[in-house]
């Protein structure tokens, strides 16, 4: 399994932006599906946004449709989730994780997804 690393993470005010990233630590192929996660505390582990291999199509949680943007660059093999309007209830764990497979409707959920980052922690508060 691949192991991913996020970055990006910090304190933001309410209203405020933070751009994640998310890389293999080593070689990979670029032909995954990647997605974004969140885990607050007491809380299950939340799907946000997925993106297919080449970038073509993607998909979010009703949640954060609108404020945040998912999108990758097969060239830096990076994935990057771009998080606007942030709110104190977004104050989460973020993880980035990896599937084998892409299909159009799936109800996306982390048993998709095979291999995981360690997460990058970010807090929303004035």
């Known amino acids: 399994q691949v192991q991913l690393v996020e970055s990006g993470g910090g304190l933001v005010q309410p209203g405020g932006s933070l751009r994640l990233s998310c890389a293999p630590s080593?070689?990979?192929?670029?032909?995954?599906?990647m997605g974004w996660f969140r885990q607050a505390p007491g809380k299950e582990r939340e799907f946000l946004a997925v993106?297919?291999?080449?970038?073509?199509?993607?998909d979010y949680a009703v949640s954060v449709k609108g404020r945040f943007t998912i999108s990758r660059d097969n060239a830096k093999s990076t994935v990057y989730l771009q998080m606007n309007s942030l709110k104190p209830e977004d104050t989460a764990v973020y993880y980035c994780?990896?599937?084998?497979?892409?299909?159009?409707?799936?109800?996306?959920?982390?048993?998709?997804?095979?291999?995981w980052g360690r997460g990058t922690q970010v807090t929303v508060t004035s």
């Open positions: 994780a990896s599937s084998n497979y892409w299909l159009p409707g799936t109800i996306w959920s982390a048993a998709d997804f095979g291999s």
């Open positions: 080593g070689r990979t192929s670029s032909r995954s599906t």
């Open positions: 993106i297919n291999w080449s970038g073509s199509s993607t």
